[in-house]
């Protein structure tokens, strides 16, 4: 008996200790801490039958066939090390095979070294040896190779400069500070925004945008890190406020000649998806007057006059093109739009009649995977916008059909002849399975069937997906549930509802844990019930599910928040009177507009980097949503929490980066006065280096902050 017992206490010990919950810095980095799920990273084809991969120790490629044999050490660091010491004539040190490698041909990659300098280089697999090679400045950014591979392009600050084969670089623009060339950062990365330059199929001219913000407002950064703190303005184009102008231009390789696109205009309208017609006699682009609801699609030729005008697209409310055009053939392309619901695509001769769309049911339009003379392959959502699935639609017919059966969320890379694809998904219960599958679904080779991290290591709080009726009746949101470690159901619990509620964003959806963070499980395993839901204005359900917000930010995002609220009181195990809510950014917004509107039913909050009032955010997200401060008078009114700060009852907490360059510090800052005025306590915290997040190890100290203010004041 007395050995029964202690055999049953040393398990009992032995099982406390394998299954326990996180630390605070576990819950904040799982991946560094010991819980990344396992994966391989840069997959690409070789070859139509192969593709390679890197995986852990990151010190080679290995290579997969269809038929399932595998190839390690295909490529290794120490062969591209040996190489690149030999081309360069210097001692060259890899620590790892390079994660940007790309496929040339089927017995060349390329990729970027740094080190004194940047170098693009090309290596020949059979020969193991580098076969070409760009050098360009170390300091570079933004670099694009042409598409012959036979120059670099890359920017030097706000200028840019061109470095060939032959080692000659030649200086494109040098213009003084805040005339910003060729850079990714203009109009603020809206529109699906991520380059400046766009080099010609024929590599023998350069798109870039020019972008004058001379004339934008300075606005006032501190910087306490010197040793008397110094003034480090940005450009800041508030809504309402001279924003930039911006135009574009075409460079000549060959005569080092500048054109400009002579667009007409206001000069702050928008240039959006540039794009080079495949015979690169003409460049396309969405002109977006500032207004953001009529878009022109016009195409120019290389002397910089409009050619023709294709169409027009107009809007009650916004429109919104992200995606540049995707060219079927000389005479034919794709034209992304949720003109009729859904974001799709739509396919237009050059002459700007439009032949057919391929919207299909409600799946929203995400990207390209490839495009045969026959057949477009894309990812789309599925499931109330909670997959994203691959979808095979016919050219002609707009007949459309998913490739993918599983319901999760895929990532695919398809192989040069369209006949298989590098599958990657994840769904709630499946951490990360990586396969290469057959189009036509006959055959499927596994590359990764990933254990769950945390499985025989942490106790995981159980997790519940569920949907909740919006406050107009008609939509079904989707929500996720996590109920407290060691949850009984004759318990009363305090709630964290976890926000953000705007577009371009999604919470809920089907990866692993229903898209649930450490920092959710953390608070779970202390005691709270955490319940998210998107409500409409975010991501992946429609156009009328996210213009419902236009002119009226948070207005019906907090109705369908507040639903979930009810469906929270429902449960007999909430404590109604001890829920609490956190945001950032408009997270952030969302989590001071409910503690100001509801503050008898959210006791506690934590806003981090919230916006307080538009009129203070910038022109081109901001005018979107809520056009400008003398248009919409009244529904900035009504959106400001300044105005309301009287009716907080509650505890909150707002904090803010002080280098915050997305919403700036005034918006708190502004907040905090107004609490002052009325005589309204609140709490502030401070992050003197970090911009509108918090990253790094400071992001342990952040959550434990906030995991504090709710065990303080929401479930004592």
Known sequence: MKKLTLFAFVLSGFISQAQRNFTIEEATLTAQKGFGTQSVYSAQWQTNTDVTYIE???????????????????????????????????????????????????????FTYSGDAKYYVVYN???????????????????????????IVWLNKNNISLSFTNGETIVVTNDPEHIVNGNSYTHRQEFGIDRGIWISPDSKKVLFYKKNETMVADYPL?????????????????????SEEVSLYIYNVETKQRTKLNIDGDKEQYLTIPTWAPTSDFVYVGVLNRGQDDLKLQRYNTAGSLDKQLFQEKSKTYVEPTTPLKFINDKEFLYVSDKDGYRQMYRYNTNGKQLNSYVYKDVVFKEFSNITSKEIYYLGTANKGMDKLLYKADIKSGKTTPVTKTSATYTVEMNPANTWFYSQYTNFSTPNSISLQEVNGKKSVEIINATNPFEGKITMPKVEMVTVKSADGKTDLNGRLIYPANFNENQKYPVMVYVYGGPHAQLVMNRLGGGAGGFDYYMAQQGFVVFTLDNRGSENRGKNFEHVIHR??????MADQMKGVEFLK????????????????????????????????FKVG?????????????????????????????????????????????????????????????????????CIKAGKQVDYFLYPTHEHNVSGKDRVHLNAKIADYFMTHLKK
């Not at 009226?552 to 995002?557: D, K, R, T, Y």
Request: aromatic share 10%; charged share 25%.
């Open 570 to 601: 429902s449960k007999k195990f909430v404590d109604a009177d001890k829920i609490g809510v956190y945001g950032w950014s408009f997270g952030g917004f969302m989590t001071t507009s409910l503690m100001l509107n509801y503050p008898d039913v």
């Open 125 to 151: 697999i059979s020969s193991k040896e580098i076969v070409k090679t760009i050098k360009f400045d170390e300091k570079a950014a933004e670099e694009v190779i042409a598409p012959n591979k036979n120059f």
């Open 552 to 557: 009226n930010l948070g207005q019906n995002e």
């Open 56 to 110: 852990a120790p990151y010190q080679s490629l290995t290579a997969k066939n269809i038929d399932g044999k595998v190839t390690t050490n295909f490529v290794t660091a120490a062969d591209l090390q040996k190489a690149l010491s030999k081309a360069l004539n210097k001692e060259v040190k890899l620590g790892t095979i390079p994660f940007n490698y790309h496929w040339e041909n089927n017995n060349e990659l390329s």
């Open 222 to 242: 501190t910087d306490f890190g010197a040793r008397i703190a110094e003034n480090k303005p940005i450009k800041y184009p508030m809504a309402g406020m001279k």
């Open 606 to 674: 934590v806003a981090g980097g919230p916006v307080i009032d538009w009129k203070w955010y910038e022109v081109m997200y901001g005018e979107r949503y809520m056009d400008t401060p003398s248009e919409n008078p009244e529904g900035y009114e009504k959106t400001s929490t300044l105005n309301k700060v009287d009716k907080l009852k509650g505890r909150l907490l707002m904090i803010h980066g002080a280098q915050d360059p997305v919403v700036v510090q005034q918006h708190s800052m502004e907040f905090i006065e107004a």
